[in-house]
């Protein structure tokens, strides 16, 4: 919910409640997004994906971490 939301406030999905998910609001979302898709793909585009890169610098630091430890034992 809170990744939706951020990522909503980014201008890179539309999040719709579960409670007010009727019919025509999806409808009217859907339409939104067909008709705003070059935004969307831009906005895409320049969204950074650095997830994999963080999870590699802290396993980086975890094994200096365990190389500190096990040298200075």
């Known amino acids: ?9 980014k201008g890179l999905l539309e999040y ?9 609001r999806l409808r009217d979302s859907i ?3 067909l008709d705003n898709r070059g935004q969307y793909r831009e906005r895409m585009e320049a969204f950074a994906l650095t997830g ?4 590699l610098a802290r396993l980086r630091q975890f094994k200096d ?9």
Do not use: C, F, M
């Open 1 to 9: 919910l809170i990744r939706a939301e951020r990522l909503q406030d």
């Open 16 to 24: 719709l409640p579960l409670q007010d998910a009727t019919p025509d």
């Open 31 to 33: 339409a939104s997004i």
């Open 52 to 55: 994999l890169e963080g999870i």
């Open 65 to 73: 971490r365990a190389a500190l430890v096990k040298y200075s034992n």
